[in-house]
């Protein structure tokens, strides 16, 4: 994170990272950087201007699982900003000042796309696992099936979950 000693607005923070490709969340002050061949999860900004009085508080975060790019981008976001703006890279847990380093190896194209899909396999079983629910075992009775029962909401759910 960067701590800036004044206020910044919005709008000159993001001519800095709309530059280096980040686009705008749903959020208000909440961004995201994803490069398609070279990022696994992303970088996200976020600007809080609420959280020290007459201070800018930039944060830019990856998940642990991200790649070299996106690590990457986190550290230059916050190096274009801060020499634009000054300040201080601040580690985010002790909020003592660091020197940013990426300690991420690089992968291949080919090697990103594998643990991209792969993380986002892993993603979709745990949304599986939230779906599922205990359904009725009488509304599974096959020789008392109806038109109703083929379109009951628990059958379909997990009709649709079978397959995954």
């Known amino acids: 994170m960067l701590l800036i000693e004044k206020r910044i607005d919005n709008k000159s923070i993001e001519e800095i990272i709309f530059e280096l490709g980040f686009e705008s969340d749903d959020l208000e ?60 890279i601040l580690d985010s847990k002790s909020e003592k000042q660091i020197i940013p380093k990426n300690g991420v190896p690089q992968l291949s194209e080919f090697e990103i796309a594998i643990k991209r899909t792969y993380l986002y396999f892993l993603d ?28 009951n909401p628990s059958i379909i759910h997990h009709n649709t979950l079978v397959p995954f």
């Open 29 to 88: 002050d909440r961004y995201f950087y994803f490069n398609e061949c070279l990022s696994i999860r992303g970088c996200w900004f976020s600007l809080r201007l609420d959280y020290f009085p007459n201070k800018t508080l930039c944060v830019a975060t990856t998940f642990p699982d991200s790649s070299y790019h996106d690590v990457e981008m986190q550290i230059t976001v916050l190096k274009s900003i801060k020499n634009r703006y000054g300040g201080k």
């Open 124 to 151: 979709n079983i745990q949304r599986v696992e939230m779906l599922i629910e205990e359904v009725d075992e009488k509304t599974f009775d096959i020789e008392k099936r109806s038109r109703i029962q083929i379109t």
